[in-house]
């Protein structure tokens, strides 16, 4: 199982752009699927985006096509989320997860996070 560590989030003003990292100590976050997922207060934890081992597959909750896009680079053994076009809406806890090969079901444990606040 991989215990990610999220890091990137803070402050921006609407329309901004931030870049999440998310990484292991283990190596084994290059061989496995894994999503970026968001939580605002007082709502549920929502997906957000996922990709595949090898990077040739993604998948984007409809709120946020073609303004964030998820990568990986796993030399880096890191998973990326570049958020553009920022919304006030926006604003939540990011987690980044371990996920099966389909990225339909959760294997990783939630970690801290890293929050992300746009201001209008």
């Known amino acids: 199982q991989v215990q990610a560590v999220e890091s990137g989030g803070g402050l921006v003003q609407a329309g901004g752009s931030l870049r999440l990292s998310c990484t292991a100590s283990?190596?084994?976050?290059?061989?496995?699927?894994m999503a970026w997922y968001r939580q605002a207060p007082g709502q549920e934890r929502e997906f957000v985006a996922g990709i595949n081992r090898h990077g040739g597959y993604t998948r984007y909750a409809d709120s946020v096509k073609g303004r964030f896009a998820i990568s990986r680079d796993n030399d880096m053994n890191t998973v990326f989320l570049q958020m553009n076009s920022l919304m006030p809406e926006d604003t939540a806890i990011y987690y980044c997860?371990?996920?099966?090969?389909?990225?339909?079901?959760?294997?990783?444990?939630w970690g801290r996070g890293t929050q992300v606040t746009v201001s209008s």
């Open positions: 997860v371990q996920m099966s090969n389909t990225l339909n079901v959760r294997l990783g444990s």
């Open positions: 283990e190596r084994t976050l290059s061989d496995s699927s």
